[in-house]
């Protein structure tokens, strides 16, 4: 019987290159615990392959690079057994910081949607690469979760206070903004793709290869509003961040009102962890943030409120209409919210150092 992760992660070695290709079309390429296996064991793989002196990571549809996680799966293994759920944020985000610690390198090219658990296996490695389609979004908040995979680490430090705006709102942006907050490093076109992923074969320097191809992307959309989210978003608390989006005025007034609109549909409690969550990983390194990215995760498991609630809103039964509880932001005390950061004894994840990761490496 076949593998379905070998038809929905493909892997080959081209010359020096290593291709990874996600080939999950029909899926928006959702990441199953398969595939994010697969991924691991060749990562390993590769860091020991002296043959190999990069890795590429692409996918076969231009609609995306993947969508995330496959939420839909996570949903029915914890609902069967909450240990295999746990199990499976567990090994994401394992399988992240492996990316972080890998010693080659990797060359993302992203065309399409990255969000969640897509995001979570790309923006780690060394080189990001923005096709015209790219799209980027952590709309965790939509469906009773919070940003994961290690990205709150990434948003803490996105200037002013664009990543607590993206955190909690779950918008997209496109490559444009992305380069400006460094969230990828190159814009180039989908149809250099392959020429990048040839020279690259052929063990040219991946610096070289990327920057004559890349074009300035100009200014993004978020340009004009970017004093508005640096006021409003450094708000000690949510509710402070909403009040202040409502007394916009001027040409971003509407602007402001639709994301408050937004947020109005979002988890009240998945808010505000995403906020405690987002100001304290600015003290956090990688390791750490994914670390509590799991205490989160195993809390919002054992709960079995808004996360399934959410999932159940917008992908099983898809009405659009979830019943959050607490209903409403002022209803979720702080009380609550440390509920969900209080550690977990010996049910922590533990995680390797990068020191250990290199000697696993050998």
Same mark, same amino acid.
């Given at each position: 019987?076949?593998?379905?992760?070998?038809e929905?992660?493909?892997?080959?070695?081209?010359?020096?290159?290593?291709?990874?290709?996600?080939a999950?079309?029909?899926?928006?390429?959702?990441?199953?615990c398969?595939?994010?296996?697969?991924?691991?064991?060749r990562?390993?793989?590769?860091?020991?392959?002296?043959?190999?002196?990069?890795?590429?990571?692409?996918?076969?549809?231009?609609?995306?690079?993947?969508?995330?996680?496959?939420?839909?799966?996570?949903?029915s293994?914890?609902?069967?057994?909450?240990?295999?759920?746990?199990?499976?944020?567990?090994?994401?985000?394992?399988?992240?910081?492996?990316?972080?610690?890998?010693?080659?390198?990797?060359?993302?090219?992203?065309?399409?949607?990255?969000?969640?658990?897509?995001?979570?296996?790309?923006?780690?490695?060394?080189?990001?690469?923005?096709?015209?389609?790219?799209?980027?979004?952590?709309?965790?908040?939509?469906?009773?979760?919070?940003?994961?995979v290690? @990205?709150?680490?990434?948003?803490?430090?996105?200037?002013?206070?664009v990543?607590?705006y993206?955190?909690?709102?779950?918008?997209?942006?496109?490559?444009?903004?992305?380069?400006?907050?460094?969230?990828?490093?190159?814009?180039?076109?989908?149809?250099?793709?392959?020429?990048?992923?040839?020279?690259?074969?052929?063990?040219?320097?991946?610096?070289?290869?990327?920057?004559?191809?890349?074009?300035?992307?100009?200014?993004?959309?978020?340009?004009?509003?970017?004093?508005?989210?640096?006021?409003?978003?450094?708000?000690?608390?949510?509710?402070?961040i909403?009040?202040?989006?409502?007394?916009?005025?001027?040409?971003?007034?509407?602007?402001?009102?639709?994301?408050?609109?937004?947020?109005?549909?979002?988890?009240?409690?998945?808010?505000?962890?995403?906020?405690?969550?987002?100001?304290?990983?600015?003290?956090?390194?990688?390791?750490?943030?994914?670390? @509590?990215?799991?205490?989160?995760?195993?809390?919002?498991?054992?709960?079995?409120?808004?996360?399934?609630?959410?999932?159940?809103?917008?992908?099983?039964?898809?009405?659009?209409?979830?019943?959050?509880?607490?209903?409403?932001?002022?209803?979720?005390?702080e009380?609550?919210?440390?509920?969900?950061?209080?550690?977990?004894?010996?049910?922590?994840?533990?995680?390797?150092?990068?020191?250990?990761?290199?000697?696993?490496?050998?």
């Amino acid at each position: 019987m076949t593998d379905p992760a070998e038809e929905m992660l493909k892997t080959e070695i081209e010359g020096s290159l290593a291709v990874v290709t996600l080939a999950r079309p029909r899926a928006l390429n959702a990441l199953t615990c398969a595939m994010r296996a697969k991924l691991s064991e060749r990562l390993w793989a590769y860091a020991r392959d002296p043959q190999v002196y990069a890795v590429a990571i692409q996918s076969e549809s231009p609609r995306a690079f993947s969508s995330g996680s496959d939420v839909r799966e996570v949903f029915s293994l914890a609902r069967a057994d909450l240990a295999q759920g746990k199990k499976t944020f567990a090994d994401e985000y394992a399988l992240n910081w492996q990316c972080e610690c890998f010693s080659k390198p990797v060359v993302s090219l992203i065309d399409g949607m990255v969000m969640g658990g897509g995001v979570g296996i790309s923006l780690y490695g060394t080189h990001r690469v923005a096709g015209e389609g790219y799209s980027f979004a952590m709309p965790e908040t939509m469906i009773g979760l919070f940003p994961d995979v290690g @990205v709150c680490h990434v948003l803490a430090r996105l200037s002013d206070h664009v990543g607590m705006y993206l955190g909690l709102t779950g918008r997209s942006i496109g490559r444009a903004d992305a380069y400006a907050l460094e969230l990828v490093t190159h814009c180039i076109d989908r149809v250099h793709f392959d020429g990048i992923k040839a020279a690259l074969a052929d063990t040219w320097p991946v610096d070289t290869v990327l920057d004559e191809r890349h074009v300035e992307p100009g200014p993004g959309d978020l340009a004009p509003y970017r004093h508005v989210i640096a006021d409003c978003f450094s708000a000690p608390t949510v509710e402070e961040i909403v009040s202040r989006l409502g007394v916009v005025e001027g040409t971003q007034r509407d602007w402001a009102q639709a994301v408050v609109a937004d947020l109005a549909k979002r988890s009240p409690l998945s808010l505000k962890i995403t906020h405690r969550h987002i100001r304290e990983a600015r003290a956090r390194d990688l390791r750490q943030t994914l670390q @509590v990215d799991y205490r989160l995760a195993v809390r919002m498991l054992e709960a079995g409120g808004d996360f399934f609630e959410g999932v159940r809103a917008a992908i099983i039964d898809k009405d659009g209409a979830p019943a959050w509880s607490p209903a409403r932001l002022e209803d979720v005390t702080e009380a609550i919210v440390s509920s969900y950061f209080a550690p977990l004894g010996d049910g922590e994840l533990v995680l390797p150092t990068r020191e250990e990761m290199q000697a696993l490496r050998a």
